[in-house]
């Protein structure tokens, strides 16, 4: 179990620890502050520190970290940062593609690769799943070692085990 939303201290991730997480997601305390990464994966371990990163496509084939759900760029390259919160720490990293996220129109499989060969900690994709064969791809094409989706699955559009089928067809571990 991981939670995300409204960490900004060791402090307050111990507290979510402690009350059952198994990990930990920072998004904007981590751009707020780079060295609480560095500081909860050395009291808690990496492996309990995941890093959202929301990128947002610049139009030039770079992508920026946006903070506060999206609606504030911070002015950092997405795949700097993710090598910057990696080497920091970061046990994992949620990449989500704010561009996709809610469309359906699948994961951006170009900025998952890019990250995914940028750096040597998991990456979790995010972001825009329509279907059981965009999680493929996400995997496949765009380097995921990990894929999320929301909507797909609170509206029933499909079903988990679709996904998981889907996966296992092409091959993936389930």
């Keep these: 179990l991981t939670v995300g939303g409204g960490v900004r201290t060791v402090d307050e991730m111990r507290d979510v620890l402690r009350a059952g997480a198994d990990k930990v997601s920072l998004n904007t305390a981590a751009v707020a502050e780079p060295a609480l990464v560095t500081a909860c994966a050395r009291r ?7 890093v959202a990163i929301d990128a947002l496509a610049t139009g030039d084939g770079a992508w920026d970290v946006v903070v506060k759900g999206g609606r504030e760029r ?6 700097a940062w993710a090598r910057q919160v990696a080497a920091m720490g970061a046990g994992e990293l949620l990449v989500t593609s704010i561009d996709r996220d809610g469309t359906q129109s699948g994961y951006d499989t170009r900025l998952l690769r890019a990250i995914s060969d940028s750096v040597t900690v998991p990456v979790i994709a995010s972001g825009g799943a329509a279907g059981p064969e965009d999680f493929v791809a996400a995997v496949r094409d765009g380097g995921a070692d990990a894929v999320l989706a929301a909507s797909i699955f609170h509206r029933r559009i499909h079903a988990i085990a679709d996904v998981k089928t889907a996966m296992a067809a092409a091959g993936l571990p389930v």
Excluded: K, R
């Design 74 to 79: 911070t002015g950092l390259d997405a795949l």
């Design 44 to 50: 808690f371990g990496s492996q309990a520190v995941v």
